[in-house]
């Protein structure tokens, strides 16, 4: 079978994390297989289409509903993803319905905790890796990356 890439996708770190769009047709998920990614993490609040067309790909499911910030469970639940998939090896994916919004504060979350760089930075580096992204976080997803990243800094202090 043939694999074309999602719309909306770009490696964040190259072979371990990457965002995009929902995926819809079977050559998407083959994409994504056929490039190391064994671990897909759907942030919408329905599974995406076709997702049992490929068994290689593992779901996992964190709903949020559009236009609202994850809570810290909710990072703390993608991380713990993305942490064990890459300790094998596997790569992972991060999809919303555009790939902007939700996915870009769960990568900039990513961000935060594996470069150890600021809420802002993050958002900042996911804006230049990431186009649509600048128009899509609002006022509360950035406070609350904000935050989380002093916490984060606090947490490792102690």
Not at 6 to 22: D, Q, R, T
Not at 94 to 122: E, F, N, W
Request: hydrophobic share 40%; aromatic share 6%; proline share 6%.
């Amino acid at each position: 079978m043939a694999s074309f890439a999602p719309h909306n996708f770009s490696w964040v770190e190259p072979g371990k994390l990457a965002g995009l769009a929902m995926p819809r047709m079977p050559c998407e998920y083959r994409y994504m297989v056929d490039n190391g990614i064994k671990h897909l993490v759907c942030l919408c609040e329905r599974k995406p289409p076709n997702h049992d067309s490929c068994p290689e790909l593992q779901l996992h499911h964190i709903k949020i509903v559009d236009f609202t910030p994850p809570s810290p469970n909710q990072i703390d639940r993608f991380l713990s993803i993305v942490e064990e998939g890459n300790s094998k090896g596997e790569g992972v994916a991060v999809h919303c319905m555009h790939g902007h919004g939700r996915t870009g504060t769960m990568l900039a979350c990513y961000l935060v905790k594996t470069r150890k760089i600021s809420g802002i930075d993050a958002i900042n580096e996911i804006r230049r890796l990431r186009q649509g992204f600048v128009h899509q976080v609002g006022q509360v997803q950035l406070a609350l990356l904000c935050q989380w990243a002093e916490v984060l800094v606090m947490l490792e202090e102690v």
